[in-house]
T-cell receptor, first 109, second 111 residues
Framework: GQSLEQPSEVTAVEGAIVQINCTYQ??????LSWYQQHDGGAPTFLSY????GLEETGRFSSFLSRSDSYGYLLLQELQMKDSASYFC??????????FGSGTRLLVRP | DARVTQTPRHKVTEMGQEVTMRCQPI?????VFWYRQTMMQGLELLAY????????DSGMPKDRFSAEMPDATLATLKIQPSEPRDSAVYFC?????????FGPGTRLTVT
C-alpha cells in the first residue's frame, strides 16, 4: 500500500523559517510534490522533486531523500499569507498522485 | 489566463437526487483528475482520464458514481442517487501525474 505522514499542525512567527516534513511508503516511486491550500480554496502546486536534493523556488524550497523515503518543504521569511495547509503527495507506480493528510501552518505576528 | 473551471460552485440537494458536476480542463492538458475532499478522509482521487479515456476509477463508488469526458473540453462527474455521505468538496484538476492545476471545486451538500 501507500502511506504518507506529515505533522498535522505547525505554528511559526512571521519572518521565521519553518520546515514541514513528510515521510512516505509507496510501491514504486516517481517523485514527491507539495501543494498549498488556503481555507476555502483549491490546492495549488508548489514544487516537485524526482531526484535527491534541494529545489529552490523563491522563499520556498523542497528537499528529497529517496533512500530515506523522506522529504521536506522549507518556507523562509514567513508571511501571514503563508498560513494555509500544505500537502505532500507521491507519484507511485500507478502514476496516481496520493496526498498526505496535510499540515496546517499558522503564522503568528 | 489558463485555469480549470468547474460548475456549479455550490450545490445543495436532497438525498436520492441526481447530481452532475462539470469541469473544463486547461486547454492542451490531456490528463484530467477528479478528487473529493472531506475533513475525515482528506483529498481522495476518484478517477482520472488521459486523452479522454478513463485510466483509473478505482477510488469511485461504482454503484452510484460515474465519470466521463464527452470531449476534450468537458469532464463530468455524476452521482445518482446522492446520499448524505457524499457531502464534500469535489475538485477537478488537469496537468500531469505530479503537477496538477485544480479548479475552484464544487461544494456539495446532500440533505
Amino acid at each position: 500500500g501507500q502511506s504518507l505522514e506529515q505533522p498535522s499542525e505547525v505554528t511559526a512567527v512571521e519572518g521565521a523559517i519553518v520546515q514541514i516534513n513528510c515521510t512516505y511508503q509507496t510501491s514504486g516511486f516517481y517523485g514527491l510534490s507539495w501543494y498549498q491550500q488556503h481555507d476555502g480554496g483549491a490546492p495549488t502546486f508548489l514544487s516537485y522533486n524526482a531526484l535527491d536534493g534541494l529545489e529552490e523556488t523563491g522563499r520556498f524550497s523542497s528537499f528529497l531523500s529517496r533512500s530515506d523515503s523522506y522529504g521536506y518543504l522549507l518556507l523562509q521569511e514567513l508571511q501571514m499569507k503563508d498560513s494555509a495547509s500544505y500537502f505532500c503527495a507521491v507519484t507511485g507506480s500507478s502514476y496516481k498522485l496520493i496526498f498526505g493528510s496535510g499540515t496546517r501552518l499558522l503564522v503568528r505576528p | 489566463d489558463a485555469r480549470v473551471t468547474q460548475t456549479p460552485r455550490h450545490k445543495v440537494t436532497e438525498m436520492g437526487q441526481e447530481v452532475t458536476m462539470r469541469c473544463q480542463p486547461i486547454l492542451g492538458h490531456n490528463t484530467v483528475f477528479w478528487y473529493r475532499q472531506t475533513m475525515m478522509q482528506g483529498l481522495e482521487l476518484l478517477a482520472y482520464f488521459r486523452n479522454r479515456a478513463p485510466l483509473d476509477d478505482s477510488g469511485m463508488p461504482k454503484d452510484r458514481f460515474s465519470a466521463e469526458m464527452p470531449d476534450a473540453t468537458l469532464a463530468t462527474l455524476k452521482i445518482q442517487p446522492s446520499e448524505p455521505r457524499d457531502s464534500a468538496v469535489y475538485f477537478c484538476a488537469s496537468g500531469t501525474e505530479y503537477e496538477q492545476y485544480f479548479g475552484p471545486g464544487t461544494r456539495l451538500t446532500v440533505t
